[in-house]
């Protein structure tokens, strides 16, 4: 089992930047495919960013591309998500997960609580 605890999540306004951090324990996380996901109000939930084990392979959903940046430190056990120039539609609970590298969820296998990200305009 990999447990996933995010944190960094708040209130900011329209332009303005936010750090997401991952923290995982349990078994070794290494080996895993990381990738941050989103489900806002109403909506499914949706794929935002994934890293290779190895952190040298990334993909961004459209809407992250050249926004934000996907990055892990497996010494520390520690993803990151860092979000530029947020934008309203960006506000959604953000959740980590370990598994596949994929754009997919259910190639998950591990998830955290979710961290709440709320941009105001």
């Known amino acids: 089992q990999v447990q996933l605890v995010e944190s960094g999540g708040g209130l900011v306004q329209a332009g303005g930047s936010l750090r997401l951090s991952c923290a995982a324990s349990g078994r070794t996380f290494t080996p895993y495919a990381m990738g941050w996901f989103r489900q806002a109000p109403g909506k499914e939930r949706e794929f935002v960013s994934t890293?290779?084990?190895?952190?040298?392979?990334?993909y961004y959903a459209d809407s992250a591309m050249n926004r934000f940046t996907i990055s892990r430190d497996n010494a520390q056990s520690m993803i990151y998500l860092t979000m530029n120039n947020l934008k309203p539609e960006d506000t959604a609970v953000y959740y980590c997960?370990?598994?596949?590298?994929?754009?997919?969820?259910?190639?998950?296998?591990?998830w955290g609580q979710g961290t709440q990200v709320t941009v105001s305009s």
């Open positions: 890293i290779s084990w190895d952190g040298n392979t990334t």
């Open positions: 997960a370990a598994g596949f590298h994929s754009d997919y969820a259910d190639d998950y296998d591990y």
